[in-house]
């Protein structure tokens, strides 16, 4: 069964404008991650936040965590056309296994 | 550096027949995953080696045997498709530890007629 449940399933924002995706999750977490995937790719991992961490930064990426509602939030700044792609949180509760979300699809218009 | 390398990248069976999907990668890590991609569904896991040696069971591992050949390469095995496994067939590994990352290959793309 799907541990996290994104929010929105798809985005369409212009250049220039910040883009944010939730996620929440049921049970307790090591850590929360967060992947790109581009059209046709792998994924690619972004960021990872702790359990004990409450807000992680990663160049224009911003990361929070809140542990008590079981959720998590991306926020990409400044988005970029380049920035267009799936991004998917993931937890990690027992031993590397990784359970995702169903993913956003963000489109950034020129 | 090559990551994490799947072979092939497209392939189609008929009903019954058999596939091998390879993976190897090259980071020296010890964990490794195989994964299943359908639409609106994210990514769910068939599979994983903690280690070399070891092998064990995921969310979906109905119709699919592994082999960790060796630390670098770790094989998916369809013994009699099925067009339910028509899917993304993506491999992945990570460095041992909790708070590490995994390291995904460009997927196998699988249709099953």
């Known amino acids: 069964s799907q541990q996290g449940e994104e929010d929105p399933q798809a985005l369409s924002i212009q250049e220039g404008e910040n883009a944010t995706m939730n996620c929440s999750y049921k049970t307790s977490i090591n850590n929360l991650q967060w992947y790109r995937q581009n059209s046709g790719r792998g994924l690619v991992h972004l960021i990872l936040i702790r359990s004990n961490e409450r807000e992680k930064h990663s160049g224009r990426l911003r990361v929070t965590l809140d542990t008590s509602k079981k959720s998590s939030s991306l926020l990409i700044t400044a988005s970029r056309a380049a920035d267009t792609a799936s991004y998917f949180c993931a937890t990690n509760n027992q031993g590397g296994k990784l359970i995702f979300g169903q993913g956003t699809e963000l489109s950034v218009k020129p | 550096n090559a990551g994490v390398t799947q072979t092939p990248k497209f392939q189609v069976l008929k009903t019954g027949q058999s596939m091998t999907l390879q993976c190897a990668q090259d980071m020296n890590h010890n964990s490794m995953y195989w994964y299943r991609q359908d639409p609106g569904m994210g990514l769910r896991l068939i599979y994983y080696s903690a280690s070399e040696g070891t092998t064990d069971k995921g969310e979906v591992p109905n119709g699919y045997n592994v082999s960790r050949l060796n630390k670098r390469e770790f094989s998916l095995r369809l013994e009699s498709a099925a067009p339910s496994q028509t899917s993304v067939y993506f491999c992945?590994?990570?460095?041992?530890?909790?708070?590490?990352?995994?390291?995904f290959g460009d997927g196998t793309r699988l249709s099953i007629l």
């Open positions: 992945a590994s990570r460095v041992t530890g909790d708070n590490q990352p995994q390291h």
